[in-house]
């Protein structure tokens, strides 16, 4: 999901390729589309040196940026990093190829209870590899707000107006206000939806900005008081400056999981497996974690974490029984479009 240290890798054709203006490779290439600086550049260049494969990389911002591109097939990609729902609907949608776990042995780093999870969107696992984990929350300035905070209710606090950031995302702003009205954050009533739906229009007033990466930056440098964060953007905002606290309120949020797939168009299927397998590497992944902060699903790569603040943060890795937690569910193309509805009609306001 949702990064933003920036990646130095060329531009060849519209797409960031590593090695631009390098012989092209004996073993061919690999088009990789994935979360904007949601990897260890250095990982990149290290595959490719040790596997001769040229990696093209390509990056989006949201799932419903990604979705299009891939459903169209005007752009081919070989490996993508979709969340939960959206793994969901390109399954729905025939628009995957079944990974051959023959060619990802690295994948038994994974955990028992992360391909449990996938069991929702993937139901027999056979689309998806976990790639990176977290929760979303509320991320606030201690300096900047009075009280401790337990709840979505304090992005409705007019004491706190133009000092909010939401997330500019229609789940993960729909997401809030369920959870803050009580109802399920994969809720299909009309009555809910809508209420929710007046919730963010009260809200906005009140609100800075509709963000995504910059959260992370305003946030570290005091340009407002609350921002609605994802856990690993959490850890390093934490890490550059100490006044930043982290919560998952009361009422409950969302666990999601963005895994590697393989497009059923994709032209370079065996490279896409070689390098989903070297993602799994336990050393590679705990660069990965390293960088992006973001928790890892790689309980090989969880043993290798040196630094125990790390390893057991509550952030990084929460003692899920604690809070409630809901995982996205593809809805229906029809769901869909009512749910953009009702996100257009907030932002129109």
């Known amino acids: 999901m949702k990064k933003s240290l920036v990646l130095l890798l060329c ?7 590593i090695g631009c203006g390098s012989k092209s490779s004996p073993n061919g290439k690999v088009v990789v589309y994935n979360w904007g600086e949601y990897i260890d550049p250095d990982v990149l260049t290290m595959f490719q040196e040790e596997t001769g ?36 609907k390109m399954i729905e949608h025939d628009l995957l190829s079944e990974i051959n776990f023959d060619n990802v042995p690295n994948s038994t780093n994974i955990g028992k209870d ?22 979303v929350g509320i991320l606030y300035n201690k300096t900047m707000v009075d009280e401790p905070v337990t709840s979505w209710s304090v992005l409705w606090d007019e004491k706190y107006a133009d000092n909010i950031l939401m997330q ?4 993960d702003a729909f997401m809030v206000a369920l959870s803050y009205a009580g109802h399920s954050i994969n809720s299909t009533d009309p009555a809910q939806l809508e209420e929710a739906r007046d919730l963010l ?17 305003k946030m570290i440098g005091g340009e407002a008081a609350i921002g609605v964060i994802y856990s690993g953007e959490a850890i390093f905002t934490q890490r550059e400056n100490p006044d930043l606290e982290y919560v998952i ?14 497009p059923k168009n994709a032209e370079n299927k065996e490279n896409a497996e070689k390098f989903i397998d070297y993602m ?19 309980d090989a790569a969880k043993e290798l974490i040196e630094d125990d603040d790390i390893r057991n943060s509550q952030i990084a890795f929460p003692d899920l029984s604690q809070y409630k937690l809901s995982t996205f569910s593809y809805l229906g193309e029809e769901m869909d479009e009512y749910y953009n509805q009702l996100w257009k009609e907030v932002k129109s306001e």
């Open 11 to 17: 531009l060849c054709l519209g797409l960031m390729t």
């Open 53 to 88: 494969i040229e990696v093209v990389y390509d990056e989006f911002e949201t799932n419903e940026i990604m979705y299009p591109k891939v459903e169209s097939g005007a752009s081919k990609y070989d490996v993508i990093c979709p969340s939960d729902y959206m793994i969901q």
């Open 114 to 135: 992360y391909w449990t999870q996938s069991k929702q969107f993937d139901p027999d696992n056979l689309y998806s590899v976990p790639y990176c984990w977290g929760t």
């Open 168 to 171: 500019d995302s229609v789940r």
């Open 201 to 217: 229009i009260q809200q906005k007033p009140l609100t800075q900005a509709y963000v995504i990466d910059q959260v992370r930056d």
């Open 249 to 262: 309120p009361d009422e409950g949020t969302n666990i999601w999981i963005d895994s590697w797939v393989i």
């Open 280 to 298: 799994c590497r336990a050393d590679i992944a705990l660069k990965n974690f390293d960088y992006i902060t973001y928790s890892t699903p790689n």
